[in-house]
Nanobody, 125 residues
Framework: QVQLVESGGGLVQAGGSLRLSCAAS????????MGWFRQAPGKEREFVAA????????YYADSMKGRFTISRDNAKNTVYLQMNSLKPEDTAVYYC??????????????????WGQGTQVTVSS
């Protein structure tokens, strides 16, 4: 019922910034909590950040706090991930996800119902 398309990935130097966007289809985008995950080669998918349906509350993995900011614009059916002070260990494919069945915010990938195809972020040292 929801299609998600990420954009904004690319190659950036360590210490630089990128802003990822996730455009969602559907009339009920505001009913979903949204999350960002990432996955590096050979590693499990890792939680990055999540945002409540209203955008009023956010939740970050400890390693992202102070560097990454998740936001959403429900009028545009879009969620964003602003990434600052990027490090080589941030290199991964970043995925946008939508969650419809949990009342709060969750870092569990299995709790999310819809996923985008991902966008590659590469941070050079």
């Amino acid at each position: 019922q929801v299609q998600l398309v990420e954009s904004g990935g690319g190659l950036v130097q360590a210490g630089g910034s990128l802003r990822l966007s996730c455009a969602a289809s559907g009339r009920t985008f505001s009913n979903y909590a949204m999350g960002w995950f990432r996955q590096a080669p050979g590693k499990e998918r890792e939680f990055v950040a999540a945002i409540h349906r209203t955008g009023g509350r956010t939740y970050y993995a400890d390693s992202m706090k102070g560097r990454f900011t998740i936001s959403r614009d429900n009028a545009k059916n879009t969620v964003y991930l602003q990434m600052n002070s990027l490090k080589p260990e941030d290199t991964a494919v970043y995925y946008c996800a939508a969650e419809a069945h949990t009342l709060g915010l969750t870092p569990r990938a299995t709790d999310y119902d819809y996923w985008g195809q991902g966008t590659q972020v590469t941070v050079s040292s």
